[in-house]
């Protein structure tokens, strides 16, 4: 990987099928000397139950003969269920027309029986995995094009939040009210501002407030406004937000937070569309659209007659749920990338990628925070990172990582860091005393050269 982005973060399978076991023992040998991992069937049926249930499973190499299913069908149902997974197809009786036809039906290659020489089906297999890597990448890169096209500020390609994405362009033609659901962090304000910007509102204000973070009094006033002399400071006449975002859009994030008292004000401005400021003694009429947010079981609330149930059913006309960052880690590597490049930029410093095992910690971390507490951990790997590599060590996950190392604590580090950091240490260390030079590297450590390359890619390390 040669830029910022995103790539595999667990090794590959290879799915090989073929009624002969003596071929299946030849092919998962010579595969296994080059360093892929390979599951044989003599079945076709549990061989693609294999390829439906694991979504490690990144090539299928199949014969072309066999009794039950031939090499077509698993072909066929590869391309329509599977279409980023490639297929090689092997035979004994290989003829132009059966090459033909395999090539036409989507095969990534075409390989005669027996293989002569045996490295052949080696530098078949890398090159379809190096195929659908790419395939992949294109196909993420397209996603998120999309999604930066239509939803300016949201960085998503992960299903969960696609499928939100659509239910926003869905809503945003209508003037109903909507309630954003999420827990904190997940980005609820943004999601109402795509709402606003896709909206006949656009052109008007979009206007937010935390209902949780005023006083009653001074909540009260800031919505509704108020009139000159209405309380101690007031010298003079105030327009509240209501009135500060008529024709457009007011965002209530935080709504549950709302005293019964301005629940009760808020449900007739929905009911009749006008406002009283505080002191005043008459009504103004105002035009706009409400979207609410809350982290808080908001359905409780109105169950313990803490939420007026009246105003739920008018800010709830229209509901969208934000799934938890843990629940969309398709969306981490690609949230890691925006904040990279938002903050590397702020900084002055230049940062160019990050290091697959540093992505792996990413995805793998449960984000109590979610997106914001990604940003707040991307911003502080900035600070420890040296040259245009994010490493590893960079990602500190919570402050009692940001300290002095050597102070004692209870925190156990994730097994599966602890293995990406004695890995990459290990690798380091070979690669040193090999004076940079692989193949010195895998005869020291005992690899073979083509699986030490490989994990001298996945962490992140250039020979010297």
């Known amino acids: 990987m040669t830029d ?3 790539e595999d973060s667990e090794e590959p399978v290879v799915v090989a099928i073929d009624d002969e076991p003596d071929v299946l023992t030849v092919v998962q040998r010579l595969l296994g000397r080059q360093g892929f991992e390979t599951l044989t069937f003599e079945a076709v049926e549990q061989a693609l139950d294999e390829v439906r249930t694991n979504p490690r499973v ?119 009210s909507v309630l954003v659901l999420g827990e904190t962090g997940t980005g609820k304000e943004l999601v109402a501002r795509a709402i606003h910007e896709r909206s006949q509102r656009a052109a008007k204000p979009f206007v937010a407030v935390n209902c949780g973070a005023l006083a009653e009094t001074l909540l009260e006033s800031e919505l509704f406004g108020h009139a000159k002399g209405a309380f101690t400071g007031a010298m003079a006449s105030r327009q509240g937000l209501f009135e500060e975002a008529s024709g457009g859009t007011l965002f209530l994030d935080e709504v549950a937070e709302l005293a019964a008292a301005t629940q009760v004000k808020l449900l007739r401005v929905l009911q009749e569309g006008e406002i009283r400021p505080v002191g005043a003694t008459g009504t103004r009429q105002v035009d706009v659209r409400i979207i609410a947010a809350t982290h808080r079981d908001i359905e409780r609330a109105v169950a313990e007659e803490r939420f007026r149930q009246d105003l739920y059913y008018r800010i709830n006309v229209v509901q969208i749920r934000i799934p938890p960052l843990k629940e969309r880690r398709d969306d981490i590597p690609s949230l890691a990338k925006h904040f990279v490049d938002k903050h590397a930029e702020r900084t002055g410093r230049t940062i160019k990628r990050i290091e697959p095992s540093a992505l792996d910690r990413l995805v793998s971390h449960e984000w109590p925070g979610n997106v914001r507490e990604l940003e707040n951990v991307i911003q502080r790997a900035l600070i420890f990172a040296a040259g245009e590599t994010l490493a590893i060590d960079d990602v500190r996950l919570d402050a009692a990582e940001s300290g002095p190392p050597g102070g004692e604590t209870k925190r156990l580090v994730k097994f599966a860091d602890a293995r990406a950091n004695f890995e990459r240490g290990y690798l380091k260390r070979a690669m040193e005393l090999g004076e940079g030079k692989q193949a010195t590297a895998a005869r020291l450590s005992g690899l073979d050269p083509s699986n030490l390359r490989r994990m001298l890619k996945r962490h992140g390390i250039e020979p010297d």
């Not at 090499?71 to 490639?86: E, F, I, K, M």
């Not at 499928?163 to 362009?169: A, M, P, Q, S």
Request: glycine share 6%; charged share 25%; proline share 6%.
């Open 58 to 176: 990144a090539l299928i190499v199949t014969d072309l003969h066999m009794p039950e299913r031939t090499g077509l069908d698993v072909l066929r149902q590869a391309r329509t269920n599977w279409p980023s997974v490639p297929v090689i197809v092997m035979t004994g009786r290989a003829t132009i027309s059966s090459a033909v036809e395999a090539i036409r039906q989507g095969a990534y290659d075409y390989i005669v029986k027996p293989l002569d020489p045996p490295e052949i089906l080696g530098t078949a297999v890398q090159r379809a995995l190096d195929y659908r890597r790419l395939w992949s990448r294109n196909r993420f890169l397209e996603r998120q094009l999309k999604t930066a096209e239509r939803f300016a500020g949201i960085t998503a390609s992960s299903e969960p939040m696609l499928r939100v994405l659509e239910f926003v362009d869905a809503v945003a033609g209508t003037d109903s």
């Open 4 to 6: 910022l982005g995103v």
